[in-house]
């Protein structure tokens, strides 16, 4: 079965620090694992995605993100908080090789703040 | 169209009255999927088609819950007697396959109101 924790409901940075949003995962199988963001009242955009290709993962906006199979986790990051990256992370997984339709599971988001 | 695109963008009913939803995949993604968004961060899968057919249904209410993807039609959601309970965003998203690894492209939502 496939879960995601996202370990943090809330994160709060200050413009210009490095942002840390973490996520663990559990997966029967071959896991694909997605960052998505959601800003207020918007649908969920995607910020990257790993599907067994390289463990370091490079986003839109500068965000990045590394897949640790040792640790099960797929944690985001970015170097230097902007202001519009205020809003709800989501970390998402899927299995790789199931026949389930692609179902993704979601993890129960992160939101960040960034302080001027 | 290169996005999702979704109608309305917010509904109110009574309680007890017919909501529709309605979902016009990108163009070239056989895979729609519809999800709930109940709390601010619980996503709920409903139900998934390829094509016209239903892929999978698990998450779908099946009462009062329906839903269709028809040729040339945008897709739709329907719930039948809505209760309170039914307030929430609903999304969907297309894919170009069913296979893990494909990302699912996201539309803006529809925000239903049960009063």
């Known amino acids: 079965a496939q879960s995601v924790t996202q370990l943090d409901s809330h994160v709060s940075v200050s413009e210009g620090t490095p942002v840390l949003l973490r996520c663990n995962y559990s997966?029967?199988?071959?896991?694909?694992l997605f960052w998505y963001v959601q800003h207020p009242n918007k649908g969920l955009q995607l910020l990257l995605k790993?599907?067994?290709?390289?463990?370091l993962v490079k986003g839109i906006n500068g965000f990045e993100a590394e897949f640790k199979k040792s640790e099960t986790s797929f944690h985001l990051t970015k170097p230097s908080a902007h202001m519009s990256d205020a809003a709800e992370y989501f970390c998402?997984?899927?299995?790789?090789?199931?026949?389930?339709?692609?179902?993704?599971?979601f993890g129960t988001g992160t939101s960040l703040t960034v302080i001027p | 169209g290169e996005e999702v695109a979704q109608t309305p963008k917010h509904l109110v009913r009574g309680e007890g009255q017919k909501a529709k939803l309605y979902c016009a995949p990108i163009?070239?993604?056989?895979?729609v999927f519809w999800y709930q968004q109940v709390l601010k961060n619980e996503f709920k899968f409903l139900i998934s088609?390829?094509?016209?057919?239903?892929?999978?249904e698990t998450g779908m209410p099946k009462e009062r819950f329906s839903a269709k993807c028809l040729p040339n039609s945008p897709c739709s959601l329907e719930i039948q007697a809505t209760k309170l309970e039914d307030s929430a965003v609903y999304f969907c998203?297309?894919?170009?396959?069913?296979?893990?690894?494909?990302?699912?492209?996201f539309g803006p939502g529809t925000r239903l109101t049960v009063t």
């Open positions: 998203a297309s894919s170009q396959s069913y296979s893990g690894g494909y990302e699912q492209y």
């Open positions: 997966s029967s199988y071959s896991p694909s």
């Open positions: 790993y599907t067994s290709a390289a463990t």
């Open positions: 998402v997984v899927s299995d790789l090789r199931a026949n389930t339709g692609n179902q993704f599971y």
């Open positions: 163009k070239g993604h056989s895979y």
């Open positions: 088609f390829q094509n016209e057919n239903v892929f999978d």
